[in-house]
């Protein structure tokens, strides 16, 4: 499940190093019905009392199950925790959370990046079911900062192809937008929680000429329009 060269080379080593494990009977069983096996350490703060320390395993009743390295009694360093039917975590791990790598959710979406706290935080991109794909900053687990976000399938709204380019804040498309075209075509965009409220075309061009558009609200403004044929043009500009 992990993309990256670096990631499925980790994943090989740490599957390769719990083969023994898999298989061996719980050392450890806490009170949340946890049961663990792999390597080990006597508690600095209760002498009479292991935890784990190194490579281990981990599955909980519900068959959640985290495999991968342990520092303190927490998953610290490589590791991928696994919640059957919903996502996989996988990465470099600091006192039980998350700091970098990919999370990979069984509808198709997919991020990859920095987390904060197991949030995407930071640098990163998610792929939303091959439907589209946005890469920039995230914030507490949603899109805050500047992006781009590229349709990757055809929608009502915008073909395959498209391209937004600007700011978000708090998951949503805010303030000035560059949107690219399949065809090349570039509209300036100002979006307002996540609705765009105004566009502008410049320089369009078409077979017979070229225009610029532009629109607010529910009206559409045209600007510098020239069309010419031979020693024949037309101009137009209003609303």
């Not at 919903?86 to 470099?92: Q, R």
């Not at 498209?162 to 998951?171: A, V």
Request: proline content about 3%; some cysteine.
């Amino acid at each position: 499940m992990i993309k990256t060269k670096m990631g499925k080379k980790l994943n090989a080593m740490l599957k390769k190093k719990l083969k023994h494990v898999y298989n061996l009977k719980p050392i450890l069983i806490f009170k949340d019905g946890c049961k663990y096996s792999g390597m080990t350490k006597k508690d600095p703060k209760n002498s009479n009392k292991l935890i784990p320390e190194g490579l281990g395993y981990a599955i909980w009743p519900d068959g959640q199950y985290y495999e991968g390295q342990y520092k303190n009694g927490f998953f610290h360093g490589w590791g991928q925790y696994t919640s059957p039917n919903s996502h996989i975590l996988a990465g470099v791990w600091k006192n039980n959370f998350i700091i970098e790598g990919e999370m990979r959710w069984n509808d198709g979406r997919h991020y990859l990046g920095k987390f904060k706290k197991s949030k995407y935080h930071g640098k990163g991109s998610m792929n939303y079911s091959d439907n589209s794909l946005y890469v920039g900053n995230w914030k507490d687990n949603v899109a805050d900062g500047n992006g781009e976000l590229t349709i990757l399938k055809s929608n009502k709204y915008d073909k395959k192809g498209t391209i937004l380019k600007g700011k978000f804040k708090k998951g949503q498309m805010n303030g000035k937008f560059k949107k690219v075209f399949p065809n090349g075509s570039i509209m300036d965009c100002i979006f307002v929680n996540g609705v765009c409220t105004k566009g502008k075309w410049k320089n369009e061009v078409f077979d017979s000429g070229t225009l610029d558009i532009s629109f607010s609200k529910n009206r559409m403004i045209v600007e510098n329009c020239h069309f010419k044929s031979g020693d024949d043009y037309l101009l137009i500009s209003g609303s």
